[in-house]
């Protein structure tokens, strides 16, 4: 019965760190995917993002733009949009400006 217990308190006690490290751990993955835009952009690698932005909000007639993410890993832009109360999700990549992927209405 002691031993149940004690590894209860253990596993209570790492509950806060736990929940601490995991958001602190997305703004940093968040922080090296914006340092990796500006540097590929720096570079000539990754177009930038306003021109991105000019190039798919034209085609979204209708919706309006809510915001991006970036993923380095990939070079890929996810721009977001809402149309009528449904969410559309636009991946483009960073590279060519192409649109190579769509989710939603």
Do not use: N
């Not at 596993?11 to 340092?35: F, M, T």
């Amino acid at each position: 019965m002691k031993m149940l217990f004690r590894a209860g308190l253990c596993v209570c006690a790492l509950l806060p760190v736990a929940a601490v490290a995991a958001p602190v751990a997305g703004v940093q993955r968040h922080r090296s995917d914006q340092e990796a835009a500006m540097e590929g952009r720096k570079q000539g690698r990754i177009l930038p993002l306003r021109e991105i932005e000019r190039r798919v909000t034209g085609k979204m007639r209708g919706a309006q733009y809510l915001g991006f993410d970036f993923d380095a890993g990939t070079a890929i832009y996810t721009l977001k949009f809402l149309r009528d109360g449904a969410v559309i999700w636009v991946d483009v990549d960073g590279r060519t400006g192409e649109i190579v992927g769509r989710t939603g209405k």
